[in-house]
């Protein structure tokens, strides 16, 4: 699992990086089909209220984007706001040599200096 920190409102990347048993870069592919497959953004978990929640706002699955060999890149924008605060979980599958795998991204999204305050009034 790759841990990312990130502030409310931030875009961030997440790179995934596709090697073979010798540490060579390989594209997601399945053996069985003539051309590559995209890694894909499978689910997004949020924080929301103590729990973990379905990120309902992007539209999943979605394709990675392909950098290079074996290198892809999904962008994601944390939400704005105090609510945005706190640890998020992000899939990414991809398939190589027939052999479904995931890839986790821990998003830890921190007030900015470290410090926030909200009031209810």
């Known amino acids: 699992m790759e841990t990312i920190?990130?502030?409310?409102?931030q875009k961030i990347s997440l790179i995934l990086i596709i090697t073979d048993v010798n540490g060579v870069r390989i594209d997601s592919d399945d053996?069985?089909?003539?051309?590559s497959i995209l890694p894909q953004i499978?689910?997004?978990l949020i924080p929301a209220a103590g729990a973990w929640?379905?990120?309902i706002t992007t539209a999943l699955p979605v394709d990675m984007t392909r950098l290079?060999?074996?290198v892809y890149a999904?962008?994601?924008?944390?939400?704005p706001g105090g609510i945005a605060i706190g640890t998020y979980l992000?899939?990414?599958?991809y398939i190589v040599n027939t052999i479904p795998k995931v890839q986790?991204?821990?998003v830890i999204v921190n007030a900015p200096l470290g410090m926030f305050s909200m009031s209810l009034t």
């Open 5 to 9: 920190n990130a502030t409310p409102g």
């Open 31 to 35: 053996a069985l089909l003539p051309v």
């Open 42 to 44: 499978t689910q997004i």
């Open 53 to 55: 929640s379905l990120d």
């Open 68 to 70: 290079g060999v074996g």
């Open 74 to 79: 999904y962008n994601y924008q944390v939400p």
């Open 90 to 93: 992000i899939d990414a599958e």
């Open 104 to 106: 986790t991204f821990q």
